[in-house]
Every structure is written in C-alpha cells, then in structure tokens.
C-alpha cells in the first residue's frame, strides 16, 4: 500500500466549508458592531462629561469618530481575515470526512472495497465506523445472494416464479465483484 499522506487542500467541500465561513464572518461583524458601538457610547458619554466645560466638544468628537470608524474598520477587516482562516482550517476536519464518506459510497456502488480510514484529528470517525460495518454487512449480503444464483444455475427450479424472482436476483447482483484497487477478493467474486 501507499504511504499514508494528508490532504494538502483546505477547499475539500466548498460548499460545507463556504456556509462555515460566512456564518463567521457574519456573527463576527454583527458581535464587533454591537462591542463597538456600545464602547464607543460609553466612552463619548464619560469623556462628554468631563469635557463639556473645554467647548471644542464637537471637533474633538468629530476627529474621535473618524479615528474610530477607521481603526474599528481595519480591525474588524482583520478579525474577519483571521476567522476565515480559522474556519477554513476547522470546517476542512468536517469536510474532508464528508468528501471522503462520498467516495466511499461511489466505490461501493462500483463493487470495490473502500479503504475506511481518515486523518488523525478528523470528525464523522463515527459515521465511518458504521459505514464500515455497514459495507461489510452489505458484502456478506450480497456474496450470498451470488452463492444463491450460482447453485441456481446449477440445478433445475420448476417453479416459474422462483426462477423469475432468481433471475431478478441474478440481475441485479451480476454487475458486483468486491475488488480492492484493482484486485478482486479472496473468494473471487
């Protein structure tokens, strides 16, 4: 087998990953502009106070607030950069399993043996885990249906419906042989 290697993209499932995003950048904007904005009031209201003796209350409030709204501004721009970061490198511990979970089900449809594992520190291990199983089951399952129609093949069935339900059966299981990159399976099938 190959060496085991790590995904090196971080848009696995762009659609996943993109909601992650925007939920971060949305619930960090609205928390920044309600911090902001309730800061800023506390402090002109203090500062109002104190001051409303000197007279220049307007310019100096005029000059604080665009001083504020650029620096607010550059910060948030900067939160949300590192957010996106983040949630782009957290939601690829979602994503990459589920893009995995995908494959594994297309390999499944195609008859092959799918590799159940996925990288250290990855979530959904769970749903692996019982999509393993459940692969297992389906092939013991679907091994025995082959065994079915086999012995069919080699006996004599008067009964039309038996044999129409066998060919049925034979139909749709003649598509499927287990194989593991290429190679089929211990019994052959």
Known sequence: MKG???????WI????????????????????????SITFNNIWVDVSEKILKVGELRNLYSSSVKKFIILNFGLIILLALLATLGMIILSHKVAGPA????????????GKIPEFRIRKGDTLTSIIEEL???????????????NVVEIWKNTEVKDISLNIALKELENKVSHISFKKEGVENEKGI
Request: charge should be positive; proline fraction near 0%.
């Open 99 to 110: 893009y995995r979970i995908t494959k594994i089900l297309k390999e499944l449809q195609e």
């Open 13 to 36: 499932d762009t659609e996943i990953q993109l909601r992650f995003v925007i939920f971060t950048i949305i619930s960090l904007a609205v928390s920044c502009f309600i911090i902001s």
């Open 4 to 10: 085991k290697k790590g995904r090196k993209i971080l």
């Open 132 to 146: 393993e199983k459940f692969s297992n089951k389906y092939r013991e399952l679907t091994e025995s249906a082959i």
